[in-house]
């Protein structure tokens, strides 16, 4: 059985730098160490963060003072930061480069009277910060929602940096005859575009695909969702999950994983296969 690994399968440069700035952090062990809500969306990589004596909570209220807070790789509002400021704790901020630069972009749009629409889920901490940047903006997931948007004079369109860059294009098509003036930024990080674009390419060549990735983790049930379009596909988080059965008369496998899929959780659900 062969087994094909897609070259952009693990952490994206994001989220390695945010894993990176926690982990110098917790070596240095200088006080407790909190995160506002999950660094990444992946229960084993928060299971070993937790090994490392980091903390997640909910509220930056809930520290005592003292400690150090660290601003997740899906960024923050302005509040967030506001809130933060006034407590006076010393912050690492973990916020990925290509979120930051959409919290930027949203403001403007809005400076230059565009109504500002963000193409991403509704309850994702990414979208709910970009959203925390604008004055009106406005969250759609769907090609129907898309459809129930009214005319408006001008409307400038972002996408949360892991959104389906396929439904993305479809949703600019029909915004555009709902406005006088359309501008559309593109705001799907780059990696995300690469490893949307290698899962089709290796859906085609295979079998069967696994991707591997935290449930919650969007960019991975997106990879799952464009897979599953073209062949069998199977969302795991650890390679316990696999059953012999699944692999009855399989000769290629499609291997793919999340961006916030630690390399070791890759390495067992890749020796697991091999086992068959």
């Known amino acids: 059985m062969e087994i094909i690994l897609g070259k952009f399968a693990g952490f994206c440069p994001g989220v390695k730098r945010a894993w990176s700035l926690v982990e110098k ?10 995160i506002l809500g999950e660094l990444i969306h992946n229960k084993q990589a928060i299971e070993q963060l937790k090994k490392w004596g980091v903390k997640k909570i909910t509220d930056p209220r809930e520290i005592k003072g003292g400690e150090t807070i660290v601003i997740r790789a899906h960024g923050e509002s302005p509040e967030t930061y506001q809130k933060l400021k006034k407590l006076k704790l010393p912050v690492i901020d973990a916020t990925c480069p290509w979120v930051a630069r959409v919290q930027k972009l949203a403001p403007k749009l809005e400076e230059k009277g565009f109504r500002v629409i963000i193409c991403g889920e509704k309850n994702h901490p990414e979208t709910k910060a970009i959203i925390g940047y604008t004055k009106n903006g406005r969250v759609i997931s769907s090609i129907g929602e898309a459809k129930r ?7 400038g369109v972002l996408s ?27 705001t799907i990080c ?9 899962a089709r390419k290796i859906a085609k060549m295979v079998d069967i695909v696994f991707v591997v990735g935290g449930r919650q983790s969007s960019n991975t049930k997106r ?8 062949v069998s596909t199977f969302h795991i988080e650890t390679e316990k999950e696999i059953k ?7 000769r290629r496998v499609g291997l793919l994983a999340g961006a916030s899929t630690p390399d070791w959780i890759i390495k067992k659900v890749k020796k ?4 068959f």
């Open 244 to 250: 012999k059965d699944w692999l009855k008369g399989v």
């Open 223 to 230: 990879l799952a969702e464009l897979t599953r379009k073209i």
């Open 25 to 34: 952090a917790a070596r240095k062990k200088k006080g407790s160490i909190y």
């Open 272 to 275: 697991r296969l091999e086992g």
């Open 160 to 186: 949360q940096t892991t959104f389906s860059n396929y439904l993305f294009k479809e949703i600019c098509q029909i915004l555009k005859k709902k406005t006088k003036e359309f501008e559309s930024v593109g």
């Open 190 to 198: 780059s990696f995300t575009q690469l490893a949307q674009k290698e």
């Open 149 to 155: 948007v009214p005319w408006v004079e001008k409307i």
